[in-house]
């Protein structure tokens, strides 16, 4: 009985916790959407409220008439959408082979992988910057999605790798066993159950992407190619000043996509790992 109790109270605990979390994580957001339909008076307020007493929309018809959002979105996701599939392109088959081949040469270059994430934007952005500028493709998107690819490949490499460990190497027997080749076990067995690990690597390398500003900030000069972090910086004032209820509406709907994104497809990411594994 007390160990009943005791479970009981270590998944209370848990629950809690988790309560707390979510909260953690939902309270800028929700601040930012209610400092997004707050009128100017509101805002100023020196007793602020969680719900707008007067919601606006003004602050979203400031946001387009000031800055060249829709524009930028698109650059944000022409960049974002071509490095997360470049880079998912890339290191599908290299996960694979890392994945199936446990070679000490393999080990190493995982564990590189996993190191090369800790560097530092500042040791890599001189020499990046001379490399683009050379190649010509210092304010370019082309120039940008190529540094996004570089940058979200060797994460994508390390999710896939352990997608693709996570398959169980008897199906590709059993499937060489009734007389299928090479590529048509790949394409009919191994692809279908790394689809939520390739879909989940896509999302987190477009996510990484459409949020980046460092990059987009030293290689994108003139404001028709500047992503949307960067645009979201002009509402800040000379002296450091925001204007806080467009920067919250534009940066509400800068949000927008990531969320949308990841409702759609988060049954595709947690569901059907193994859907088809069974031999009809």
């Given at each position: 009985?007390s160990?009943l109790?005791t479970?009981r109270?270590?998944?209370?605990?848990?629950?809690?916790?988790?309560?707390?979390y979510l909260?953690?994580?939902?309270?800028?957001?929700?601040?930012?959407?209610?400092?997004?339909?707050?009128?100017?008076?509101?805002?100023?307020?020196?007793h602020?409220t969680?719900?707008?007493?007067?919601?606006?929309?003004?602050?979203?018809?400031?946001?387009?008439?000031?800055?060249?959002?829709?524009q930028?979105?698109?650059?944000?996701l022409?960049?974002?959408?071509?490095?997360?599939?470049?880079?998912?392109?890339?290191?599908?088959?290299?996960?694979?082979?890392?994945?199936?081949?446990?070679?000490?040469?393999?080990?190493a270059?995982?564990?590189?992988v996993?190191?090369?994430?800790?560097f530092?934007?500042?040791?890599?952005i001189i020499?990046?910057?001379?490399?683009?500028k050379?190649?010509?493709?210092i304010?370019t998107?082309?120039?940008?999605?190529?540094?996004y690819?570089v940058?979200a490949?060797?994460?994508?490499?390390?999710?896939?790798?352990?997608?693709?460990r996570?398959?169980p190497?008897?199906?590709?027997?059993a499937?060489?066993?009734d007389?299928?080749?090479r590529?048509?076990?790949?394409?009919s067995?191994?692809a279908?159950?790394?689809?939520?690990?390739?879909?989940?690597t896509?999302?987190?390398a477009?996510?990484?992407?459409?949020?980046?500003?460092?990059?987009?900030?030293?290689?994108?000069?003139?404001p028709?190619k500047?992503?949307?972090p960067?645009?979201?910086?002009h509402f800040?004032g000379a002296e450091?000043a925001?204007?806080l209820?467009?920067?919250?509406a534009?940066?509400?709907?800068?949000?927008?996509?990531s969320?949308?994104?990841?409702?759609?497809?988060?049954?595709?990411?947690t569901?059907?790992?193994?859907?088809?594994?069974?031999?009809?």
């Amino acid at each position: 009985m007390s160990t009943l109790r005791t479970g009981r109270a270590g998944r209370a605990g848990q629950y809690a916790a988790l309560a707390c979390y979510l909260v953690f994580l939902a309270f800028p957001f929700l601040w930012l959407i209610s400092t997004a339909f707050k009128p100017p008076r509101e805002l100023g307020s020196l007793h602020p409220t969680w719900i707008p007493e007067n919601p606006t929309l003004d602050n979203f018809r400031q946001a387009f008439d000031e800055q060249p959002l829709l524009q930028a979105a698109g650059n944000s996701l022409i960049a974002a959408v071509s490095a997360s599939l470049i880079a998912v392109l890339i290191a599908t088959p290299m996960a694979y082979v890392m994945a199936r081949n446990r070679t000490k040469l393999s080990t190493a270059a995982t564990g590189w992988v996993v190191v090369s994430q800790a560097f530092p934007f500042v040791l890599v952005i001189i020499p990046l910057f001379l490399i683009l500028k050379n190649l010509h493709l210092i304010n370019t998107l082309a120039g940008l999605i190529m540094v996004y690819v570089v940058w979200a490949l060797p994460f994508a490499l390390w999710m896939l790798v352990g997608y693709v460990r996570a398959v169980p190497r008897e199906l590709e027997e059993a499937a060489a066993v009734d007389g299928a080749g090479r590529l048509r076990t790949l394409v009919s067995v191994t692809a279908p159950l790394l689809a939520p690990g390739i879909v989940a690597t896509a999302l987190f390398a477009f996510i990484t992407a459409w949020n980046e500003f460092f990059f987009a900030l030293v290689l994108l000069k003139t404001p028709e190619k500047q992503t949307l972090p960067v645009v979201l910086t002009h509402f800040l004032g000379a002296e450091g000043a925001a204007d806080l209820g467009p920067l919250a509406a534009a940066a509400f709907l800068a949000t927008l996509p990531s969320l949308v994104i990841f409702a759609v497809i988060q049954k595709r990411i947690t569901g059907g790992m193994l859907a088809g594994a069974v031999k009809s």
